[in-house]
Protein backbone atom coordinates (compact mmCIF):
# COMPACT_ATOMS: atom_id res chain seq x y z
CA UNK A 1 0.00 0.00 0.00
CA UNK A 2 1.47 3.79 -0.68
CA UNK A 3 1.65 6.22 1.63
CA UNK A 4 -1.04 7.98 -0.48
CA UNK A 5 -3.58 5.19 -0.09
CA UNK A 6 -2.71 4.82 3.50
CA UNK A 7 -3.29 8.38 4.12
CA UNK A 8 -6.40 8.37 1.86
CA UNK A 9 -7.91 4.94 3.99
CA UNK A 10 -6.96 6.94 7.43
CA UNK A 11 -8.68 10.42 6.43
CA UNK A 12 -11.64 7.75 5.72
CA UNK A 13 -11.65 5.59 8.77
CA UNK A 14 -11.72 9.33 10.58
CA UNK A 15 -14.65 10.39 9.06
CA UNK A 16 -17.30 11.31 11.21
CA UNK A 17 -19.96 8.72 11.00
CA UNK A 18 -22.31 10.44 13.56
CA UNK A 19 -21.99 7.92 15.99
CA UNK A 20 -20.83 8.90 19.45
CA UNK A 21 -16.95 9.13 19.29
CA UNK A 22 -15.77 6.56 21.86
CA UNK A 23 -12.06 7.02 23.31
CA UNK A 24 -9.54 4.52 24.12
CA UNK A 25 -7.84 6.71 26.80
CA UNK A 26 -9.51 7.32 30.49
CA UNK A 27 -13.22 7.20 30.15
CA UNK A 28 -15.00 10.06 29.96
CA UNK A 29 -18.01 10.32 33.03
CA UNK A 30 -21.20 10.15 31.67
CA UNK A 31 -24.51 10.18 33.27
CA UNK A 32 -27.65 8.47 31.95
CA UNK A 33 -31.27 10.58 33.03
CA UNK A 34 -33.72 8.20 33.40
CA UNK A 35 -36.61 10.54 35.60
CA UNK A 36 -36.64 14.29 34.99
CA UNK A 37 -37.80 14.95 38.39
CA UNK A 38 -33.93 13.45 39.75
CA UNK A 39 -32.37 15.99 42.66
CA UNK A 40 -30.05 18.68 41.20
CA UNK A 41 -27.40 17.18 43.83
CA UNK A 42 -27.68 13.81 41.85
CA UNK A 43 -27.69 15.04 38.46
CA UNK A 44 -23.88 16.65 39.18
CA UNK A 45 -22.48 13.10 39.78
CA UNK A 46 -20.20 12.39 37.53
CA UNK A 47 -18.03 9.50 38.33
CA UNK A 48 -17.55 6.25 38.18
CA UNK A 49 -17.52 2.78 40.04
CA UNK A 50 -13.75 0.73 39.48
CA UNK A 51 -14.31 -2.30 38.50
CA UNK A 52 -13.55 -4.47 35.94
CA UNK A 53 -15.95 -2.71 33.96
CA UNK A 54 -15.53 1.18 35.41
CA UNK A 55 -19.32 1.39 34.82
CA UNK A 56 -20.71 5.28 35.53
CA UNK A 57 -23.15 5.90 38.15
CA UNK A 58 -26.25 6.46 37.27
CA UNK A 59 -29.64 7.95 37.66
CA UNK A 60 -32.82 5.61 38.01
CA UNK A 61 -36.31 5.74 38.66
CA UNK A 62 -37.56 2.46 37.32
CA UNK A 63 -38.64 -0.47 39.57
CA UNK A 64 -35.80 -3.47 38.88
CA UNK A 65 -36.34 -6.49 36.99
CA UNK A 66 -33.86 -8.98 38.08
CA UNK A 67 -33.48 -12.72 38.09
CA UNK A 68 -30.06 -12.85 40.60
CA UNK A 69 -29.78 -12.61 44.10
CA UNK A 70 -30.72 -9.69 45.65
CA UNK A 71 -28.21 -8.63 48.95
CA UNK A 72 -28.39 -5.86 50.85
CA UNK A 73 -25.19 -4.03 51.88
CA UNK A 74 -24.25 -1.25 54.16
CA UNK A 75 -22.77 1.47 53.27
CA UNK A 76 -18.79 0.26 55.06
CA UNK A 77 -19.27 -2.93 53.21
CA UNK A 78 -19.95 -1.17 50.18
CA UNK A 79 -17.50 1.23 50.36
CA UNK A 80 -15.02 0.21 52.73
CA UNK A 81 -11.83 2.61 51.69
CA UNK A 82 -14.45 5.47 51.64
CA UNK A 83 -14.09 6.21 47.73
CA UNK A 84 -17.25 7.34 47.04
CA UNK A 85 -18.05 9.03 49.97
CA UNK A 86 -19.20 11.74 47.69
CA UNK A 87 -21.90 9.72 46.22
CA UNK A 88 -23.30 8.71 49.85
CA UNK A 89 -23.15 12.34 50.79
CA UNK A 90 -24.83 13.27 47.59
CA UNK A 91 -27.91 11.26 47.85
CA UNK A 92 -28.02 11.64 51.57
CA UNK A 93 -28.34 15.86 50.63
CA UNK A 94 -30.60 14.81 47.88
CA UNK A 95 -32.83 12.82 50.23
CA UNK A 96 -32.65 14.65 53.26
CA UNK A 97 -32.22 11.17 54.85
CA UNK A 98 -29.47 10.09 57.28
CA UNK A 99 -28.94 6.06 56.12
CA UNK A 100 -28.80 5.41 52.48
CA UNK A 101 -28.88 2.07 51.76
CA UNK A 102 -26.43 -0.03 49.52
CA UNK A 103 -28.40 -2.85 47.55
CA UNK A 104 -26.83 -5.81 45.06
CA UNK A 105 -28.00 -7.86 42.63
CA UNK A 106 -25.54 -10.77 41.24
CA UNK A 107 -26.65 -10.84 37.59
CA UNK A 108 -24.27 -13.39 36.81
CA UNK A 109 -20.75 -14.43 38.97
CA UNK A 110 -19.17 -12.03 37.31
CA UNK A 111 -21.67 -9.24 36.22
CA UNK A 112 -23.25 -6.97 39.17
CA UNK A 113 -25.41 -3.85 39.77
CA UNK A 114 -25.36 -1.75 42.98
CA UNK A 115 -28.58 0.45 43.74
CA UNK A 116 -27.51 3.34 46.29
CA UNK A 117 -30.41 4.43 47.63
CA UNK A 118 -32.58 6.43 50.61
CA UNK A 119 -36.12 7.82 50.95
CA UNK A 120 -36.39 11.39 50.14
CA UNK A 121 -38.26 12.79 53.80
CA UNK A 122 -40.11 15.21 51.78
CA UNK A 123 -41.66 13.57 48.56
CA UNK A 124 -41.90 9.67 49.90
CA UNK A 125 -40.13 8.80 46.63
CA UNK A 126 -36.70 6.39 46.95
CA UNK A 127 -33.70 8.67 45.22
CA UNK A 128 -30.52 7.02 43.96
CA UNK A 129 -27.99 6.02 41.89
CA UNK A 130 -27.08 3.15 40.05
CA UNK A 131 -24.33 1.34 38.71
CA UNK A 132 -22.86 -1.74 37.37
CA UNK A 133 -19.48 -3.92 38.05
CA UNK A 134 -17.62 -6.67 36.61
CA UNK A 135 -15.65 -8.35 39.46
CA UNK A 136 -13.33 -11.43 38.53
Given at each position: MSEDDYSAFLDQA?????AKATSTGSHQPRIKAIDAEVPS??????????????????????????????????VDQWDPKSEYKDIVQAIEEASAA??????????????????IVALDQKSSKIVGLRTRAVET
Open positions: NQDTGGLQKIDRFYVSDADEPFEQFRDLVRHTGLVSSLTEHVRIYRIEHSKTKLEYF
